[in-house]
């Protein structure tokens, strides 16, 4: 089985940085596109950013120019590094990772949540 666990969020004031991170554990497993979303009380999940492996990298527009995204392959991790954050980037933000599991189709996986509050 494979697992996706977050770090990284926190409280933050307006106008700081965060940086998370995201890393997948598990045995014989190869990743695809690597993703972050963010979920604000009462509101849908939203895409954030995605990642090729290639490294190509997509924003939504509500983060671009603001927001990074990145990842290491040799350790199965993506990053999200967060500057100039506004109070309305608070929000439960989750990986997403497309994996095969030897060799099997691509199937969606989630990690659990990190907290980001952007507050002073």
């Known amino acids: 089985q494979v697992q996706l666990v977050e770090s990284g969020g926190g409280l933050v004031q307006p106008g700081g940085s965060l940086r998370l991170s995201c890393a997948a554990s598990?045995?014989?497993?190869?990743?695809?596109?690597m993703a972050w979303y963010r979920q604000a009380p009462g509101k849908q999940r939203d895409l954030v950013a995605t990642?090729?492996?290639?490294?190509?990298?997509n924003y939504a527009d509500s983060v671009k120019g603001r927001v990074t995204i990145s990842r290491d392959n040799a350790r199965n991790t993506v990053y999200l590094q967060m500057n100039s954050l506004k109070p309305e980037d608070t929000a439960v933000y989750y990986c997403?990772?497309?994996?095969?599991?030897?060799?099997?189709?691509?199937?969606?996986?989630w990690g659990r949540g990190t907290q980001v509050t952007v507050s002073s």
């Open positions: 990642i090729t492996r290639g490294g190509y990298a």
């Open positions: 598990g045995s014989a497993f190869s990743i695809n596109t």
């Open positions: 997403n990772a497309a994996i095969s599991v030897r060799g099997n189709s691509l199937t969606s996986y």
